[in-house]
């Protein structure tokens, strides 16, 4: 899902709403949805969040209260979000934000069976980074 796939809906409108954290987007299909921007930034496609392959996701935690600073578009296919905890790096695709939207509930649910797992409460603060960088892998 990084682009943007032949024949996909595209956004009609887009609209933050900083007060209720979320992002309200139209598609060209009709579908609408409203994203909280805490969804975006567990999920965010990022190397930093999706690992740099299958099984090395890493668990967010702590974004209930995070805002949407900035959205960049990035051509005309995606938009570059920056988060107010500083995280700036996931590209955003029209594909991936309907993803987002239209699975909202699944993904909400496999969330909170992820955080069941590991032992962690949602709103617990990331652990410090380790001592290593996607460039020693």
């Known amino acids: 899902m990084a682009g943007l796939q032949p024949g996909s809906p595209t956004p009609t409108a887009l609209t933050v709403h900083s007060q209720s954290r979320v992002l309200e987007i139209a598609f060209s299909d009709g579908a609408e949805f409203r994203i909280p921007f805490e969804l975006m930034r567990i999920y965010s496609p990022s190397a930093e ?10 668990l967010q935690t702590g974004k209930r209260e995070v805002n949407l600073v900035e ?16 995280h700036e790096s996931g590209i955003f695709s029209w594909d991936y ?10 993904l909400w ?3 909170q069976r992820r955080l069941q797992a590991a032992g962690v409460d949602r709103d617990a603060p990331m652990p410090q980074a380790g001592g290593h960088d996607c460039a020693s892998h």
């Open 49 to 58: 969040v999706q690992g740099h392959g299958p099984g090395q996701e890493i």
């Open 71 to 86: 959205l960049e578009p990035i051509g005309n296919y995606a938009v570059k979000p920056v988060f107010s905890d500083g």
């Open 97 to 106: 934000l309907y993803h987002l939207g239209a699975e909202q509930s699944r």
């Open 109 to 111: 649910d496999d969330y």
